[in-house]
T-cell receptor, first 115, second 114 residues
Framework: DTAVSQTPKYLVTQMGNDKSIKCEQN?????MYWYKQDSKKFLKIMFS???????INETVPNRFSPKSPDKAHLNLHINSLELGDSAVYFC??????????????FGPGTRLTVT | KNQVEQSPQSLIILEGKNCTLQ??????????LRWYKQDTGRGPVSLTI?????NTKSNGRYTATLDADTKQSSLHITASQLSDSASYIC?????????????FGTGTLLAVQP
């Protein structure tokens, strides 16, 4: 009965590699998000998709490319990984994106370590 | 620049005691303010969401207040339990647009000791 799930939970890789993180929600939500939480535990939004369309794209290196095959999935692909990409990445979803008070439900996070 | 600041950074209290966490924000336009609880190794979980017109909201032993004039919020935890040990994050949603962009505070790390 997991609401928002992410795989993998842990990812250790070397600099220069390409990796993907997958996210799925079974809540029937229209909007999904990717957040990055750095070593100081500060969460910052990276991307948001509403019904498979990109609606928020923060200042993120273009090595990061989100892909939404359908509204229940939002995957994050990272090219040419760098040491500074090490962080915990959270996926989240909500009913709507439009200026609302809808609650965002977060996944368990993926801890990415780049060596 | 839209910011959310929290205090204290960390707090240690004894089980059964009350505590209050503070949040100041400069986010404009304002849509709503949320408090999240994040256990170690897990994603944040929503505790309360308050809009501009709400100045208090409770969720069990958690009570949040909002003063939209001074742009301050607090989260009061009553009769703390060991399971309350977590990071508490104040989050403000930017309003006025087509998106629900959240601005996160840096969190207050609470440790409840027996």
């Amino acid at each position: 009965d997991t609401a928002v799930s992410q795989t993998p939970k842990y990812l250790v890789t070397q600099m220069g590699n390409d990796k993907s993180i997958k996210c799925e929600q079974n809540l029937g939500h229209d909007t999904m998000y990717w957040y990055k939480q750095d070593s100081k535990k500060f969460l910052k939004i990276m991307f948001s998709y509403n019904n498979k369309e990109l609606i928020i794209n923060e200042t993120v290196p273009n090595r990061f490319s989100p892909k939404s095959p359908d509204k229940a999935h939002l995957n994050l692909h990272i090219n040419s990984l760098e040491l500074g990409d090490s962080a915990v990445y959270f996926c989240a979803s909500s009913r709507s994106s439009g200026g609302s008070s809808y609650e965002q439900y977060f996944g368990p996070g993926t801890r990415l370590t780049v060596t | 620049k839209n910011q959310v600041e929290q205090s204290p950074q960390s707090l240690i209290i004894l089980e059964g005691k009350n505590c209050t966490l503070q949040c100041n924000y400069t986010v404009s336009p304002f849509s709503n303010l949320r408090w999240y609880k994040q256990d170690t190794g897990r994603g944040p979980v929503s505790l309360t969401i308050m809009t501009f017109s709400e100045n208090t909201k409770s969720n069990g032993r958690y009570t949040a207040t909002l003063d939209a004039d001074t742009k301050q919020s607090s989260l009061h935890i009553t009769a703390s339990q060991l399971s309350d040990s977590a990071s508490y994050i104040c989050v403000v949603s930017e309003g006025g647009g087509a998106t629900n962009k959240l601005i996160f505070g840096t969190g207050t790390l609470l440790a409840v000791q027996p």
